[in-house]
């Protein structure tokens, strides 16, 4: 009966997908932090405290698994970020990289080969193609092709509904949150009828 308890354990565990995806460049800065599981900003800090902490310092001939605790982390290198996501112990490590590197043809796609510089400008873009991929840590969309078309549809939206001389970006950052919009250097402003001064 314990026996079955574990692995009915384990199948939750890898059920529930990702707990976090972090992008973080050579030099230790995140450039991009979605947390799909609630934890605490406390929590959140040690994370990627641990995340430059293990990964940075790391050969690249060196194995893409890393074991802490109750989760591991599984992370790619790609030119000079690093991609990396936060899973459960029982989740399969190879699977996370394809979806990493899922993520990362979709954003080649969207960015016509994605560097640095896209993700710091153009964070909103970068959470909207997660966000249609993933869903609270579970691949949702596979196809890129998918993914992009809804993004530019989406944004042919937002350039329908602003009027002339209006700020696009201004409309995308209703979907952002505070901290979000702080690191997209924007002034939030209050949601909601009484909080249209931005």
């Not at 934890?39 to 641990?50: M, V």
């Not at 510089?117 to 993933?134: A, G, R, Y």
């Not at 002339?164 to 409309?171: L, R, Y």
């Not at 690191?183 to 949601?191: A, F, V």
């Amino acid at each position: 009966m314990t026996k079955t308890k574990q692995e009915s354990a384990k199948l939750r565990a890898a059920a529930c997908g990702w707990h976090f995806i972090v992008l973080m460049s050579r030099q230790g800065k995140i450039r991009l932090a979605e947390f799909f599981s609630s934890y605490s900003e406390a929590e959140k800090k040690r994370i990627l405290r641990d995340i430059a902490a293990e990964i940075l310092p790391r050969q690249p001939k060196m194995c893409n698994i890393i074991e802490k605790g109750d989760y591991k982390f599984v992370y790619r290198r790609y030119a000079s970020l690093y991609f990396a996501v936060g899973i459960p112990a029982g989740l399969n490590e190879l699977i996370v990289l394809e979806q990493i590197h899922l993520f990362v043809e979709a954003l080649d796609g969207y960015f016509n080969s994605v560097c640095e510089l896209d993700l710091v400008f153009s964070l909103h873009k970068s959470l909207m193609i997660l966000f249609e991929m993933f869903i609270g840590g579970m691949l949702c969309e596979s196809n890129k092709r998918e993914v992009l078309k809804a993004i530019t549809e989406a944004e042919e939206l937002v350039e329908e509904l602003t009027k002339p001389g209006e700020d696009t970006a201004s409309q995308l950052d209703d979907g952002l949150s505070y901290q979000e919009q702080f690191q997209l250097g924007r002034k939030p402003g209050r949601r909601g009828p009484t909080g249209a001064s931005r």
